[in-house]
């Protein structure tokens, strides 16, 4: 089969750069014009992206809105034989944007669903942060507002594999100050901004001076931003704050096995993690 032989009846999933236009595959520019339509989740986006390779071709939207209400309309149009492309506003779709329920729906109906690979924020950032990359976890867009935010987080606090976050600049401080409260400040965080753009930042470090890295740098709190969050280790001071003052309590009331126990329990950490701290309060 030739490398950009447009099937019939199959809906392509195509990602698009997440900054830099010379990141998109030669595949991809001759799906975008080949097919019958494009699906995009922003008609006026794709339009500034398709122009700039001088591709004329029709565009529908289809976004977390019309999504359900589109995919009948999508198959449909598969079904009479129709080639159809899938794209984001930036990256690859479905990774924290519409198309789950197009692709459910289209495969359910046994119809050929084909991905033509490309940039991806999350990958792109877990590539270039200095962490173990052999098993990590995506966990999406965090929260707006801090309870929720923290929620999350605390639900996190002993996963041990690398943690991929998307967030707004805007409300980074407030997110690494949660990063501190919950998840404790030695742990180490990555925030990738802007990638493949003129102002690409990767800056690493502990929570806590990495928060004071942010305040003192404005410049930091502009464009797309990924986070990129080790791994709970068992045998690291990361304990968060919260844990720590919950062990406090229950140490004056109990011995440390017991305290630990019922620790580990209400927020979810291993229990060794905390026994040598609270061997170091009894002392």
């Not at 949660?178 to 929570?207: M, N």
């Not at 928060?211 to 709970?232: H, R, S, T």
């Not at 004056?252 to 329990?265: F, G, L, Q, V």
Request: glycine fraction near 6%; include cysteine; hydrophobic fraction near 40%.
């Amino acid at each position: 089969m030739s490398e950009n032989k447009i099937n019939p009846s199959t809906l392509y999933i195509i990602a698009t750069p997440i900054g830099n236009l010379g990141d998109i595959s030669a595949r991809a520019l001759a799906t975008l014009e080949q097919v019958d339509i494009i699906a995009c989740e922003d008609t006026r986006h794709t339009q500034k992206l398709l122009s700039a390779f001088a591709i004329k071709n029709k565009t529908i939207s289809m976004h977390d809105h019309n999504e359900r209400q589109r995919q009948d309309y999508i198959a449909s149009l598969l079904q009479e034989g129709k080639s159809i492309a899938l794209v984001s506003d930036a990256g690859t779709p479905l990774i924290s944007d519409p198309g789950f329920h197009l692709v459910r729906h289209c495969r359910s109906l046994g119809l050929a669903v084909s991905p033509i690979p490309g940039a991806c924020a999350a990958i792109s950032a877990l590539s270039v942060a200095g962490l173990p990359t052999d098993r990590f976890s995506f966990e999406g867009f965090l929260p707006s507002k801090s309870g929720a935010r923290q929620s999350v987080l605390k639900g996190l606090a002993a996963e041990p594999r690398t943690m991929v976050f998307y967030d707004a600049p805007r409300r980074a401080i407030d997110t690494i100050k949660d990063i501190v409260e919950t998840l404790g400040p030695q742990r180490y965080v990555v925030i990738a901004r802007e990638l493949t753009k003129t102002f690409e930042t990767v800056h690493s470090d502990h929570a806590e001076n990495l928060l004071a890295w942010l305040e003192q740098d404005p410049n930091q709190l502009k464009g797309e931003m990924v986070l990129v969050i080790e791994g709970y280790q068992a045998d690291r001071n990361d304990i968060s704050s919260e844990v720590v003052k919950t062990l406090k309590l229950l140490l004056a009331e109990m011995k440390p096995k017991k305290a630990c126990a019922i620790t580990a329990e209400i927020h979810g950490v291993k229990k060794n993690a905390l026994y040598d701290l609270a061997l170091s309060f009894k002392a």
